[in-house]
């Protein structure tokens, strides 16, 4: 179809898809510390994390209090 592009790009590429870059950072932060006693407790911190982090590359979520 010509309305389609296919592009080629590595399996895994957080350098590419920002959506990795997100998970990657939501990993980093919460899930990854395993701090949390319950499942509230980490789908509160994620919430807390989805609200504060900043969309934009750089934006030193993990500088941020959880």
Do not use: D
Not at 31 to 56: A, D, E, I, Y
């Amino acid at each position: 179809n010509p309305k389609f592009r296919v592009i080629y790009q590595p399996v895994y590429s957080p350098w590419v898809n920002h959506v990795e870059r997100l998970w990657q950072a939501l990993h980093e932060t919460i899930t990854g510390n395993h701090q949390c006693r319950s499942m509230w407790q980490l789908l509160k911190k994620g919430r807390h994390f989805m609200n504060t982090v900043s969309p934009f590359p750089g934006g030193n979520h993990g500088l941020v209090k959880m």
